[in-house]
């Protein structure tokens, strides 16, 4: 079977703290299927996309390389599994050393046709947002989470400095919201041009053959008067998001 349906059959979830295992259960029995043992704490959500791998944030604790977002693919055999790394400079805030807090964003949903570039997003404890390519490699390899081994790590198609973040980015449509503790929410504009055209960008094939310069710019922010640790909801327009400081915010036109 292919393994995005063994992945839709399956409940992907982590071992809490310092378990550090990947589990795929089978549904709807909860048998165990797969396990990947990773070592690092994962405070994030596995992420499961449309061609059946998972994406998982690693914090940095631990561990004797970086954290970062790894990408495993559940149809090989765990030891098998790891298809690429992006690691993270260690800089982090108050208990995190560095790595990611928050889980990874997606486009798939946004993007069900594969007529664009598959993109993935996530926010480091090291004070930056990541857009990277979910399934273009750069070239370059990289040492795992563990220190060790030489591993493919993706494209970057964009980093912005939007501050310390242990919160989930949201990709809807062509739009990425993201908060963190600058006490700021900030919204990005994902802009696809042809691949021949003049101006910044990374060109990147999608799924459906097609090929287009990526970019990412910053659109709008909005100042808060404590820091956000939640993830923000986007619905109809509207970014609805919870902060420290004791509100809960509404943003966007009416």
């Given amino acids: 079977a292919s393994a995005w349906p063994r992945a839709r ?49 690693i914090e940095k604790q631990y561990i004797a390389g ?15 599994a790891t298809v690429w790394y992006f690691p993270t400079p260690d800089r982090g805030i108050a208990e995190w050393k560095g790595g990611l807090i928050g889980s990874v964003a997606i486009n798939d ?17 090291d004070g930056n947002l990541y857009v990277v390519s979910q399934d273009t490699m ?3 390899r990289v040492p795992l989470f563990d220190g060790k081994g030489s591993y493919p790590t993706p494209v970057e198609v964009f980093r912005a400095a939007v501050g310390a973040s242990i919160s989930t980015p949201v990709i809807v449509g062509d739009t990425i919201v993201t908060a963190g503790y600058a ?26 053959g097609s090929r287009w310069k990526v970019s990412v710019r910053p659109v709008t922010s909005f100042k ?12 109809k327009g509207r970014v609805s998001i919870r902060s420290r400081d004791g509100y809960m915010y509404r943003l966007g036109t009416r």
């Fill in 66 to 80: 970086h954290g970062g977002a790894v990408m495993l693919d559940p149809a090989k055999p765990p030891a098998e």
């Fill in 183 to 208: 006490n700021r929410v900030d919204l990005f504009r994902i802009e696809y041009a042809d691949p021949a055209s003049a101006g910044p960008g990374v060109v990147l094939p999608a799924r459906d």
């Fill in 138 to 140: 750069s070239g370059k």
């Fill in 224 to 235: 808060a008067g404590g820091s956000f640790e939640a993830t923000p909801l986007v619905w």
């Fill in 109 to 125: 949903e946004t993007n069900e046709s594969g007529s664009k570039p598959a993109l993935a997003a996530f926010n480091s404890v």
């Fill in 9 to 57: 059959r399956v409940g992907w979830l982590h071992r809490p703290r310092g378990a550090g295992n990947v589990y795929g259960l089978g549904l709807p029995d909860l048998t165990l299927a797969w396990a990947h043992r990773t070592g690092p704490y994962i405070d994030a959500s596995t992420v499961v996309n449309r061609d059946g791998t998972l994406l998982v944030g």
